[in-house]
């Protein structure tokens, strides 16, 4: 069975960010086809001390129905908690923050409801002036118009200012173009490369859905490392992204009480399902301690749907094993991978 790692989440910032979409080319560009809009992509990032400068991801999300794109270096604005602009000088960067700077980005899909995709990135140098407090951070996009950039979480947030190393130079904050987080874990075998999921393609629908599944024994002892496989019924290429909710069910019709524990990283892959073709999603299952629950089926909820697709979960691929009781104090748990993957 395949196994793929998961990659690393990095810090957080609260933002705000703008997009209006227009289908112009910039700089001598070729007309960028499907641009995301403002109402469909939400931003979220963070910022972390590095070397007396400040330094974060802003994370750029689609939540529409559909694959849209983005390209190029966005406008930064950082605010403080009165809304006044902080006098920095922007530099555009190369990509992940390489020079020189890159002359004609690249356009950068965004499938449907997939986390941490996609990013900007930006390095915040030699603040001189009182410390501004928590920042808001405001994106212009080529073609788009403002978007608030949320928190990553409660506690990541833009704090603090960069250092000052110099007086008598300006303020700086470097920013890459929009491009693909280089931390996302691979969706295709070692050696190949991954379907390119064209702009428009819409997420897959649990009615052009099917799955099945299997658990065997592997990493660490006791628990059952499960694959759900998902095959495209129907007659339209579909994008499969985000983090669904996975629950096991009995043959009676029983959900069985299992407490779901989420993905070391929040940055999910997605992949392109053509019709007739499947993808992987890892389940690991840990510290079953009730009676054996005989066969089961596995069912999933896509990323932001209210239905759901089940299917078998005995095997193939692998079997029916049950993890081992390893602590009655402690739930059973399920861990949901943030990645799906080609078969």
Known sequence: MKRLALGVVPFVV??????????????????????????????SGYWLGATGSLLGPIYLANLGPRTCSLRGYPQVELKDQKGRKLDVRLEDVGSHMTLPAIKHPTAVTLPPRQQQGTQVTIQWFNWCRPSPGKLTVWLTLPGVGHVLVHPLSSVLAFLGAARCDDRRRPSTVLVSPVERNPSLPPTAPPGARAAVIPVGTPMCAVSQLSVHGGRQAGGLVGVALGTAVFTNTGTRACVLSGIPSVTLVTSGGSALAITTVPPVSQASSAVLLKPGTTAGLNIDWANWCGAPPGPLDVEITPAESTTSVSGPFNGPPSYDLVPACRDATQPSTLTVSATFYVM
């Open 14 to 43: 609260s933002i705000a960010l703008t997009i209006v979409p227009n289908n112009l080319g910039a700089g001598g560009a070729a007309p960028l086809r499907g641009a995301c809009t403002s109402a469909e992509l939400y931003a």
